[in-house]
């Protein structure tokens, strides 16, 4: 089974940067595509920002010039950058990848639990 541990989120000031990891714990079989959602107390949870296998990005236009989807496959990590934060950003961000674990396992999606960013006025 595949777990997604992120990191990196916490208290910032408006125009501040904070980056989110997020770590899988074992390399998967297979790798469709890879992002970060979010969601806000009272709100759906929302597409950020996505890159697929081959490395395509797109993000929300909310947060596009401000923030940066990478990986890192040889740490099986990915990674979020986010800068000039707004308070909007408020939210917990969670890390998706859709995949399969092994060769026998269907594609699925798998998500992190989470981790709080919070950006003051």
């Known amino acids: 089974q595949v777990q997604l541990v992120e990191s990196g989120g916490g208290l910032v000031q408006a125009g501040g940067s904070l980056r989110l990891s997020c770590a899988r714990s074992?390399?998967?079989?297979?790798?469709?595509?890879m992002g970060w959602y979010r969601q806000a107390p009272g709100k759906q949870r929302e597409l950020v920002a996505h890159?697929?296998?081959?490395?395509?990005?797109n993000y929300a236009d909310s947060v596009k010039g401000r923030f940066t989807i990478s990986k890192d496959n040889s740490k099986i990590t990915m990674y979020l950058q986010m800068n000039s934060l707004k308070p909007e950003d408020t939210a917990v961000y969670y890390c998706?990848?859709?995949?399969?674990?092994?060769?026998?396992?269907?594609?699925?999606?798998?998500w992190g639990q989470g981790t709080q960013v919070t950006v003051s006025s």
């Open positions: 074992k390399i998967m079989f297979s790798i469709n595509a």
């Open positions: 998706n990848v859709q995949g399969r674990s092994t060769g026998w396992d269907l594609t699925r999606d798998y």
């Open positions: 890159i697929t296998s081959d490395g395509t990005t």
